[in-house]
């Protein structure tokens, strides 16, 4: 065997590696076509299970493929767990659009705090007050918001159906623009653009407690009959919650941050806890493939459940036993969630 | 077109990225950098029309004398005292090549002796209305709430010196019913397995809303007109 002399390795043997990973890259074109044709199919189990199987092995579960991107150099192998969870979670997300889109029934729970949003808004045109909508602190980048911005549009739809007057007033100019953009269209598709006052979307302040002030002053000086707070909040969610709640408004909130939720719960009616924020828009739509996304987010649930178990199960069952293969088990569930 | 270019958009800068996040080689490892880099140029400009809007407000209800019209006088002057003695950096001991904050400055002054106390001022209000929030939560009106009560008293007195004072008698074999420790148990299990499965939940919603406005399922931020 020809060695190099400087590296000590076997002449020829990087263009045989190199060769493989060729070998390895078209299956896994090959594979990611397969994927692709089966959950555009009409819907099966089988082909959906073949889907989520083929996506997989393409994403380097394949230990071989792993090891040709780690050779390579460029797949970030640090965050191969992130990886491989993404695709399980993405497929089984896609799975439910498709299944939903092909007319399969689905069920969703009912949301509390979504099914009283119509009454809210039916309360605030009765007293003839306005609606507050709060979209929390954070700018245009970040998820939350995003997701706040869609459910203002199906509020604003309901609102212009109502005759009433909406008040949004935001801490980031980009969510300005955004939330004018998303009730001007709401207003348009309600039929009623000649409802849409710009003035009441307005920008406040960049500073966190200055804004909390101005909308405080707000709720004391028009006594809005309903408060929506929902976005990503901070320590002055409990000063908003409190103002709101001392005027004798319907209060509904919802973030994705935790340390907030407490207060929301304790001085609001209604509260969307973490993942009902994000549900909240696809549930409001009834549309299909968005309420297929909300199945796809139970479906990871439930994988998160299984993975929960088989984890605690391998793990108690290895230091009973002592067992080498349980422990091998229960290593790849651990590099998973590492 | 008016939907369709923004979807594009998308869809194609939501597959870059998420490839950036895996991909370790240029110029895939440095694309959220770059994108970040472009948001704040973005927001920068954006800050115009927040700026724009701040000023037309409040000039159009001091103008037309609406109810409440001298809180607007103080949000204008304010606004615009602010916004000069920023730009001219006036004061500033290094003139205009100093620091924006620099000592001696006005802007400092008024950080220091207007901004810095105003914000305190708001946040200490958090003391008062979690008593009151605490107050109507705590009520023992129901099960869970009771539940609730007895958790919150757990804690508030396991993290307090009474609270280990209170408990300090029980023999060794019963330590694990001293209060500093059942705080640290509920802190450490049945709070910790909550917060799990809300971030858990988080995690999925934010997986599922970024999908579907990568794949255009999820319109609503473009306004919802075909």
Redesign the interface.
């Known amino acids: 065997m020809h060695l190099c002399p400087t590296t000590r390795i076997p002449r020829g043997l990087p263009q045989t590696i190199g060769l493989a990973r060729a070998v390895f890259a078209i299956a896994a074109i090959s594979t990611s076509a397969r994927a692709v044709i089966a959950l555009t199919a009409p819907s099966t189990w089988a082909r959906a299970v073949f889907a989520i199987a083929a996506l997989f092995t393409l994403l380097q579960v394949d230990p071989v493929l792993a090891q040709a991107g780690t050779e390579t150099g460029w797949i970030n192998t640090d965050r191969t767990q992130a990886l491989v969870l993404g695709i399980i979670l993405t497929g089984a997300i896609l799975l439910y659009v498709v299944l939903a889109s092909a007319g399969r029934p689905l069920f969703i729970r009912k949301i509390a705090g979504l099914e009283t949003v119509e009454e809210a808004v039916g309360r605030a045109t009765e007293m003839g007050k306005p609606i507050l909508y709060v979209p929390g602190l954070n700018d245009m980048d970040e998820v939350q918001t995003i997701a706040s911005m869609n459910l203002l549009g199906h509020l604003a739809t309901i609102i212009a159906g109502y005759d009433s007057r909406l008040h949004v007033p935001v801490r980031k100019s980009l969510v300005m623009s955004v939330a004018r953009e998303t009730v001007q269209q709401s207003y348009l598709s309600a039929g009623r653009p000649d409802a849409y006052q710009e003035d009441d979307i307005h920008y406040v302040s960049d500073a966190q407690f200055a804004y909390a002030a101005a909308v405080d002053g707000i709720i004391v000086r028009e006594k809005p009959a309903a408060c929506f707070y929902l976005g990503g909040f901070y320590a002055e969610s409990l000063i908003l919650a409190e103002t709101g709640n001392s005027i004798g408004a319907i209060q509904i909130a919802g973030t994705a941050r935790p340390p907030q939720l407490p207060f929301f719960v304790a001085a609001c009616d209604y509260t969307l806890i973490g993942e009902e924020l994000f549900a909240a828009s696809a549930y409001l739509s009834k549309e299909p493939r968005m309420l297929g996304s909300l199945k796809g987010q139970d479906a990871g649930k439930g994988i998160a459940i299984v993975f929960i178990l088989a984890g605690s199960a391998l793990a108690t069952l290895e230091t009973v036993t002592g067992s080498e293969s349980v422990r091998a088990f229960s290593e790849i569930v651990l590099w998973l969630f590492r | 077109m008016r939907r369709r270019i923004p979807l594009i958009i998308t869809f194609v800068i939501g597959l870059v990225l998420i490839t950036g996040?895996?991909?370790?080689?240029a110029p895939f490892?440095t694309l959220y950098e770059s994108f970040?880099d472009y948001?704040a140029i973005?927001?920068v400009f954006?800050?115009?029309?927040?700026?724009g809007?701040?000023l037309?407000?409040h000039l159009?209800r001091v103008s037309s004398r609406a109810?409440?019209w001298h809180?607007s006088v103080v949000t204008l002057v304010a606004f615009l005292v602010t916004l000069v003695i920023g730009l001219f950096k006036v004061g500033n001991p290094a003139g205009m090549g100093g620091e924006i904050l620099a000592a001696g400055s006005w802007l400092r002054f008024m950080f220091d002796g207007v901004?810095n106390p105003?914000?305190a001022t708001?946040?200490s209000?958090?003391a008062f209305?979690?008593a009151?929030?605490?107050y109507?939560?705590f009520r023992a009106r129901t099960k869970e709430a009771t539940i609730l009560l007895s958790a919150a008293l757990i804690i508030l007195l396991g993290r307090t010196p009474v609270g280990a004072w209170m408990t300090a008698w029980m023999p060794e074999s019963l330590a694990f019913l001293e209060l500093p420790n059942l705080a640290n148990w509920i802190m450490a299990w049945p709070n910790t397995a909550g917060?799990r499965a809300?971030?858990?939940?988080?995690a999925?919603?934010?997986?599922?809303?970024?999908?579907?406005?990568i794949?255009g399922?999820?319109r609503?931020?473009?306004?919802?007109?075909e």
């Open positions: 996040y895996f991909v370790t080689r490892n970040s948001f973005i927001t954006a800050f115009i029309l927040g700026g809007s701040l037309k407000i159009k109810t409440d809180y901004y105003l914000s708001m946040f209000l958090l209305f979690v009151s929030a605490s109507r939560a917060q809300i971030m858990i939940g988080i999925l919603g934010v997986i599922a809303t970024s999908l579907r406005i794949l399922i999820e609503n931020y473009l306004g919802r007109g």
